[in-house]
């Protein structure tokens, strides 16, 4: 384990925060011949399986009402997930969205900072004070998203450009965005902004069909959003959001790209959404055509036969990966369920820094 | 010498461009062309790569401020006019303004705000936000109604760890004349006494403040000792210094140009 997911195990990091990466660490490691890519390709399938694991935790903590506020899954969308986070490096900057379990593990959020936010424990790196998928670390680059669509992409906009100024070259910095968020004005500000300024930013769109219940005819009238890149003047790249290999591939190239100067990387997948909204949505909404047509396979499913199909590893390799990211979820989630919640008379309520000039500070 | 409340403003940005590396300008046309009243006039020449020309997107102008912040920058963000920082209430409201609530993370970001009725300004170019950005909690919002003020609050306003709106009265700019440039402040968030009086307290800022002083230049010579008091930052709200006033004197006009319904002024 990691020095920071350690030390947050530990609960040291009380209303504070430690320097340095985050690491999310797996043990273990895989059978068959050694090639660059079927390591990658594995470690990447098992952020994978980690994320669906702990999101279907989170799912049934909602049913059984243990979870206050809503539960948004990433179900169907790990393997572009995971797959932006597993391309960035230590001291890359990465804003995720509603459906990045994945993506965040492979960056290196530790499990337990998603099961604290979730649980609301003031332990966790939000200290009970946002919950569900509103959740970072700045310090150490996982940028904490905020409710509004489109707006963190100019905040790495941001930091991309202060590592300009602070002539810290190398950086690349990740967003990543539903099609839904794409007709937002923050959007086209912020890819125009990133375009303009050249800056090393991979915008990832996660086109799930649905924005919401809203389908795609109803939210965009180009054929691909890629149509768009051209318009921006960036590069746009198209991938199978459902293939890990595409996804790893892709993620690689335009993260590569990025970082070499060549300014903004626009990618789309195709994919659907395999749950609702959230947890609350039943979502009779999604077209059964959808559903059956290969965007709607379990990128999950896939990237575990083809593993399989390639001879990268075994079902029983698989299986004792699936229970020892079973034990890990069990053992956060038992581990903080005996964690105190937050005391709202202890609270500070304070809402600057500059402590004598806030609300509230008679 | 002399300089005018918009030269000190320049003055302060210089200043703070030469004093701190972590200090950049970012904003419309604020660069070789020197800003659209001429706040950021020769900067870009001086300070080389520090004073960037935005695009019209004032939501992605306050994200990357932010952005920036969070790499341990002090951006001093230009709004054209405070009017169309309505664009970017968003990521004023809902990502400066709550960050270090959210992370513990300080957010010393400087929003510059030219706001305020002048001649033909019309509803687009005139308009007195304060009221609401003084609403949320996350922010520090300043109001500076003399030459001194706007060079010192600005220099603070960039030195504080809090995002600052910073609304700077346009009616001001040009004809607002002091002999030089102070060398010490009030402390921020402490109001000013502006004239003494012992029959009536004005609290009033910004602009206003000169209103009200004439006013009550004219009171005197009727023989009304008016007290006119300087809020200087609306939020925090001096209420001390008002109130100590109000004790004194038994009666209180509020003065603001904003809207009266919910603005600062009934506060
Ligand atoms: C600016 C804004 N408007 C509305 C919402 C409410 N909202 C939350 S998620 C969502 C749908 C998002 O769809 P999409 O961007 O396609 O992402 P997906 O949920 O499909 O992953 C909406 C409308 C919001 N969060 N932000």
Redesign the pocket.
Same mark, same amino acid.
Not at chain 1, 55 to 71: N, P, Q
Not at chain 1, 158 to 169: D, E, F, N
Not at chain 2, 96 to 119: D, E, H, S, V
Not at chain 2, 213 to 231: K, S, Y
């Given at each position: 384990m990691g020095g920071l997911a350690k030390e947050i195990l530990q609960g040291a990091a009380r209303g504070g925060y430690s320097q340095g990466m985050l690491q999310t660490v797996l043990q273990g490691g895989a059978v068959g011949e050694v090639s660059p890519f079927r390591d990658t390709y594995l470690k990447a399938f098992r952020f994978m399986l980690l994320a669906r694991i702990l999101d279907e935790k989170f799912a049934s903590l909602y049913r059984a009402a243990k979870i206050h506020g809503g539960v948004?899954l990433g179900r169907g $969308?790990e393997a572009l997930s995971v797959s932006v986070g597993y391309s960035l490096r230590p001291g890359d900057v990465f804003a995720p969205?509603?459906?990045d379990a994945a993506g965040r593990l492979a960056f290196g959020e530790p499990v337990l900072d998603s099961v604290r936010t979730y649980l609301g424990s003031p332990l966790g790196p939000m200290r009970a004070r946002d919950g569900n998928v509103h959740r970072g670390r700045p310090e150490a680059g996982l940028l904490p998203m905020i409710? %509004?669509?489109?707006?963190m992409i100019s905040v790495v906009n941001g930091v991309l450009l202060a590592r300009r100024l602070k002539q810290i070259p190398g950086s690349v910095g990740a967003a990543c965005?539903?099609?839904?968020?794409?007709s937002?004005g923050?959007f086209h500000e912020a890819l125009n902004q990133a375009a303009v300024e050249k800056l090393p930013l991979v915008l990832v769109v996660? &086109? &799930?069909q649905?924005?919401?219940s809203?389908p795609t005819a109803r $939210?965009f009238a180009c054929d691909s959003l890629l149509d768009r890149a051209q318009g921006y003047g960036v590069e746009g790249h198209a991938v199978d959001g459902t293939d890990l290999e595409g996804c790893l591939k892709v993620l690689e190239l335009a993260v590569a790209r990025a970082r070499a100067g060549n300014g903004p990387q626009l990618i789309e997948a195709s994919l659907l959404?395999l749950c609702g %909204?959230g947890e609350h949505d039943t979502a009779e909404y999604v077209d059964a055509k959808l559903k059956a047509s290969s965007l709607g396979r379990d990128c999950l499913k896939i990237a575990e036969q083809s593993a399989l199909h390639q001879g990268w590893t075994n079902s029983e390799t698989i299986a004792v990966w699936r229970a020892e990211a079973v034990q890990k979820v069990e053992d956060a989630v038992a581990m903080v369920q005996r964690e105190a919640g937050p005391d709202p008379f202890e609270e500070s309520w304070q809402a600057l820094s500059t402590r004598d000039l806030s609300e509230g500070n008679e | 010498m002399s300089i005018t409340y918009l030269e000190a403003i320049r003055e302060a940005q210089a200043r703070a461009l030469a004093d701190d590396p972590r200090v950049f300008i970012y904003g419309q046309d604020v660069g070789a062309f020197g800003g659209a009243f001429k706040a950021t006039k020769n900067l870009a020449a001086e300070f080389p790569g520090r004073v960037l020309d935005a695009p019209i997107s004032e939501d992605a102008i306050v994200g990357l401020g932010v952005g920036a912040a969070i790499e341990g920058m002090r951006p001093i963000l230009e709004m054209q006019f405070a009017d169309f920082s309505t664009v970017g209430f968003?990521q004023i409201v809902n990502q400066a303004a709550t960050l270090f609530w959210r992370t513990n993370l300080p957010c010393p970001i400087t929003i510059r705000l030219p706001f305020g009725g002048t001649k033909g300004g019309g509803p687009f170019h005139s308009q007195s936000l304060e009221a609401i950005y003084a609403h949320y909690p996350g922010l520090i919002v300043m109001t500076p109604a003399t030459v001194e003020d706007a060079y010192s609050m600005l220099l603070e306003a960039v030195a504080l760890d809090d995002p600052v709106i910073f609304c700077e009265h346009k009616l001001l700019y040009y004809h607002l004349k002091a002999e030089q440039l102070p060398t010490e402040a009030f402390p921020v968030g402490k109001a000013r006494i502006a004239r003494e009086g012992r029959d009536m307290t004005i609290v009033t800022y910004s602009a206003m403040v000169h209103e009200a002083l004439e006013a009550a230049g004219e009171l005197a010579l009727e023989g009304w000792q008016v007290e006119v008091v300087d809020l200087r930052t609306i939020k925090p709200l001096d209420t001390d210094t008002v109130m100590a006033s109000v004790a004194r004197t038994g009666r209180l006009l509020c003065v603001g140009e904003s809207w009266p319904w919910g603005g600062s002024p009934p506060k």
């Amino acid at each position: 384990m990691g020095g920071l997911a350690k030390e947050i195990l530990q609960g040291a990091a009380r209303g504070g925060y430690s320097q340095g990466m985050l690491q999310t660490v797996l043990q273990g490691g895989a059978v068959g011949e050694v090639s660059p890519f079927r390591d990658t390709y594995l470690k990447a399938f098992r952020f994978m399986l980690l994320a669906r694991i702990l999101d279907e935790k989170f799912a049934s903590l909602y049913r059984a009402a243990k979870i206050h506020g809503g539960v948004f899954l990433g179900r169907g $969308q790990e393997a572009l997930s995971v797959s932006v986070g597993y391309s960035l490096r230590p001291g890359d900057v990465f804003a995720p969205l509603i459906r990045d379990a994945a993506g965040r593990l492979a960056f290196g959020e530790p499990v337990l900072d998603s099961v604290r936010t979730y649980l609301g424990s003031p332990l966790g790196p939000m200290r009970a004070r946002d919950g569900n998928v509103h959740r970072g670390r700045p310090e150490a680059g996982l940028l904490p998203m905020i409710s %509004h669509l489109g707006a963190m992409i100019s905040v790495v906009n941001g930091v991309l450009l202060a590592r300009r100024l602070k002539q810290i070259p190398g950086s690349v910095g990740a967003a990543c965005v539903g099609e839904g968020a794409t007709s937002t004005g923050s959007f086209h500000e912020a890819l125009n902004q990133a375009a303009v300024e050249k800056l090393p930013l991979v915008l990832v769109v996660a &086109n &799930n069909q649905y924005a919401y219940s809203t389908p795609t005819a109803r $939210q965009f009238a180009c054929d691909s959003l890629l149509d768009r890149a051209q318009g921006y003047g960036v590069e746009g790249h198209a991938v199978d959001g459902t293939d890990l290999e595409g996804c790893l591939k892709v993620l690689e190239l335009a993260v590569a790209r990025a970082r070499a100067g060549n300014g903004p990387q626009l990618i789309e997948a195709s994919l659907l959404r395999l749950c609702g %909204h959230g947890e609350h949505d039943t979502a009779e909404y999604v077209d059964a055509k959808l559903k059956a047509s290969s965007l709607g396979r379990d990128c999950l499913k896939i990237a575990e036969q083809s593993a399989l199909h390639q001879g990268w590893t075994n079902s029983e390799t698989i299986a004792v990966w699936r229970a020892e990211a079973v034990q890990k979820v069990e053992d956060a989630v038992a581990m903080v369920q005996r964690e105190a919640g937050p005391d709202p008379f202890e609270e500070s309520w304070q809402a600057l820094s500059t402590r004598d000039l806030s609300e509230g500070n008679e | 010498m002399s300089i005018t409340y918009l030269e000190a403003i320049r003055e302060a940005q210089a200043r703070a461009l030469a004093d701190d590396p972590r200090v950049f300008i970012y904003g419309q046309d604020v660069g070789a062309f020197g800003g659209a009243f001429k706040a950021t006039k020769n900067l870009a020449a001086e300070f080389p790569g520090r004073v960037l020309d935005a695009p019209i997107s004032e939501d992605a102008i306050v994200g990357l401020g932010v952005g920036a912040a969070i790499e341990g920058m002090r951006p001093i963000l230009e709004m054209q006019f405070a009017d169309f920082s309505t664009v970017g209430f968003n990521q004023i409201v809902n990502q400066a303004a709550t960050l270090f609530w959210r992370t513990n993370l300080p957010c010393p970001i400087t929003i510059r705000l030219p706001f305020g009725g002048t001649k033909g300004g019309g509803p687009f170019h005139s308009q007195s936000l304060e009221a609401i950005y003084a609403h949320y909690p996350g922010l520090i919002v300043m109001t500076p109604a003399t030459v001194e003020d706007a060079y010192s609050m600005l220099l603070e306003a960039v030195a504080l760890d809090d995002p600052v709106i910073f609304c700077e009265h346009k009616l001001l700019y040009y004809h607002l004349k002091a002999e030089q440039l102070p060398t010490e402040a009030f402390p921020v968030g402490k109001a000013r006494i502006a004239r003494e009086g012992r029959d009536m307290t004005i609290v009033t800022y910004s602009a206003m403040v000169h209103e009200a002083l004439e006013a009550a230049g004219e009171l005197a010579l009727e023989g009304w000792q008016v007290e006119v008091v300087d809020l200087r930052t609306i939020k925090p709200l001096d209420t001390d210094t008002v109130m100590a006033s109000v004790a004194r004197t038994g009666r209180l006009l509020c003065v603001g140009e904003s809207w009266p319904w919910g603005g600062s002024p009934p506060k």
